[in-house]
């Protein structure tokens, strides 16, 4: 004889539906449209232990934030390395609506269930947040069923990864943050818009059609010179080679004009320079106004030898 009551079952497959059910209706009535973007892993750091990433896709599905008095974590803090802000949130997603996201056509999310290194975009408050961990047995075995997830994060803190969602609020995350390759070009007459990718021809295909050489950028932010509208800076990121070469290729005056990469139009622009800190510009790396790159190099080339002399910097030497 059974030990438990046989007139009661827990895990009768009606009930267990009927409960699913009345968890996704809350979650639709008391949730938050987010954003979950999948990460798609471009190579692997061994010594580091990191990833370099890109994330090229944003699927929109509900998910109750279960900290109803505000972010967890830390939360601000004044560190020597500037203003931190290491907000934690928990999210709560039903796991018969992830497994519909996911078997949606075309689909990019790899697992079948959320992945640790997935991102989270909150349009409420404008916030990226990392899963660190996914607790799949919250609550406990009800009614002998999980029917939710439960992704404890924590507030992004961007790594030169790629976005190229089509999301603008996601993909300015990159723009905003990544480094910049700063060119100033001439001649041209129209401004840029972000995201736009331009090109240069840095090798001429033969008469087959072989052996040609691109290399491609994003349009990070372009400002035209107050007194010459025909003088530019154009912040590029995102940078990419075509075919891909271990050869560091810049974009140069000697590879000739921009083109639009989505109609191989010409820009009517062409790169007269590289902008960097030795030429003393403060807006070198326009990513982040309160930055202090360009003081720090400039500043530290008066203190610290590199020299041939001095090869490992001792202020003692080489002066």
């Known amino acids: 004889m059974a030990p438990t009551n046989v007139f009661f079952s827990p895990s009768v497959q009606s009930e267990q539906l009927l409960y699913e059910d009345l968890i996704i209706e809350g979650l639709r009535l008391y949730g938050q449209d987010v954003l979950y973007i999948p990460r798609v892993s471009i190579s692997s750091d061994?010594?580091?232990?990191?990833?370099?990433?890109?994330?090229?896709?944003?699927?929109?599905?509900?998910?109750?934030?279960?900290?109803?008095?505000?972010?967890?974590?830390?939360?601000t803090l004044l560190s020597k390395f500037g203003l931190e802000i290491r907000d934690q949130a928990t999210f709560i997603v039903a796991r018969r609506r992830f497994e519909f996201l996911v078997d949606i056509d075309d689909n990019a999310i790899a697992s079948d269930r959320p992945r640790e290194g997935d991102l989270i975009y909150l349009p409420l408050s404008n916030s990226m947040f990392e899963i660190k961990f996914v607790e799949h047995e919250q609550p406990f075995y009800r009614l002998s069923d999980?029917?939710?997830?439960?992704?404890?994060?924590?507030?992004?803190?961007?790594?030169?990864?790629?976005?190229?969602?089509?999301?603008?609020?996601?993909?300015?995350?990159?723009?905003?943050?990544?480094?910049?390759?700063?060119?100033?070009?001439?001649?041209?007459?129209?401004?840029?818009?972000?995201?736009?990718?331009?090109?240069?021809?840095?090798?001429?295909?033969?008469?087959?059609?072989e052996g040609g050489v691109i290399i491609s950028g994003e349009v990070a932010d372009f400002v035209r010179d107050q007194e010459n509208a025909s003088v530019g800076r154009l912040s590029l990121v995102s940078i990419d080679i075509?075919?891909?070469?271990?050869?560091?290729?810049?974009?140069?005056?000697?590879?000739g004009d921009l083109f639009f990469e989505d109609n191989e139009e010409n820009t009517g622009w062409t790169v007269a320079r590289r902008i960097d800190h030795s030429d003393g510009d403060e807006n070198f790396m326009p990513n982040d106004p309160i930055a202090d790159n360009s003081t720090f190099a400039l500043e530290t080339d008066e203190i610290i030898d590199f020299s041939e002399i001095n090869p490992f910097g001792?202020?003692?030497?080489?002066?």
């Open 314 to 319: 001792d202020p003692r030497q080489g002066q």
């Open 146 to 209: 999980l029917p939710t997830y439960e992704l404890q994060c924590e507030l992004f803190e961007y790594t030169s990864e790629r976005f190229d969602t089509g999301v603008p609020a996601i993909d300015e995350v990159e723009n905003r943050n990544a480094s910049a390759t700063v060119v100033e070009i001439t001649g041209g007459t129209e401004g840029f818009a972000p995201f736009e990718r331009v090109f240069q021809v840095v090798k001429e295909p033969d008469s087959d059609g």
């Open 242 to 255: 075509d075919p891909p070469s271990e050869k560091i290729i810049e974009f140069d005056p000697e590879y």
């Open 46 to 75: 061994e010594i580091l232990n990191e990833d370099y990433s890109r994330f090229n896709d944003a699927y929109q599905i509900e998910m109750y934030i279960a900290n109803t008095e505000g972010f967890q974590g830390e939360g």
